[in-house]
C-alpha cells in the first residue's frame, strides 16, 4: 500500500462490472473468489491519483449502463502476473453500499469521478427493497428516472 494524501482531497474511481446482471451477481462473485478475505480487482493501469483516492476513495460499479453501488478502496498494491506484467491490485472493503441509479455511458478500464459527481448512496430502507427480488424497478425506468433527476 502506498502513501496517504497529506491534505489533499479524495476522488473516486468509477468501472464497468462486466458479465455481472446486478449487484448480487458482484457480492455472489467476489464471495466465490474471495471468501470472507479481502476482496480486489486487477486493472492494468496504475493510478496516478492514488494519494487521492486512498483518502476514502470508493470503487462506484456501472450495471448494465447504470452505478448502482459502491465498494470503499482499501488499498492499491502492485501484483506481478504469470505473465510478468506488473498491475494494480484494488483492495476493496468487502461492504458493498447500494447507490442511487446513475447512467454512465460504456467505457473502457476506469474513471477518476468526482465526489460532486457520485451517486448518492441508498438510505437503509431502500437498499432493502433494492436488494429484494419481488418488485425491482425494470433498468429501462431506471435509467429513464435517472436521466430525468429523479433517482
Not at 455481472?20 to 455472489?28: F, S, W
Not at 505473465?83 to 453500499?97: F, K
Amino acid at each position: 500500500m502506498r502513501n496517504r494524501n497529506p491534505g489533499g482531497h479524495m476522488i473516486h474511481l468509477v468501472k464497468l462490472c462486466v458479465g455481472a446482471e446486478g449487484v448480487d451477481d458482484l457480492i455472489d462473485w467476489q464471495r466465490l473468489h474471495f471468501g470472507d478475505g479481502p476482496a480486489r480487482h486487477l486493472t492494468r493501469m496504475w493510478p496516478k491519483r492514488e494519494a487521492e483516492i486512498l483518502d476514502g476513495g470508493s470503487l462506484y460499479w456501472v450495471f448494465k449502463g447504470l452505478v448502482l453501488a459502491r465498494q470503499r478502496i482499501v488499498s492499491l498494491d502492485e501484483s506481478i502476473g504469470d505473465d510478468g506484467i506488473r498491475r494494480c491490485a484494488i483492495g476493496l472493503d468487502r461492504e458493498v453500499v447500494l447507490t442511487e441509479a446513475q447512467p454512465r455511458r460504456p467505457f473502457q478500464g476506469w474513471r477518476y469521478l468526482d465526489p460532486d459527481a457520485a451517486p448518492a448512496d441508498l438510505r437503509r430502507g431502500e437498499a432493502a427493497s433494492a436488494r429484494t427480488k419481488e418488485a425491482p424497478l425494470p433498468r429501462a425506468l431506471q435509467a429513464a428516472l435517472a436521466e430525468i433527476g429523479l433517482r
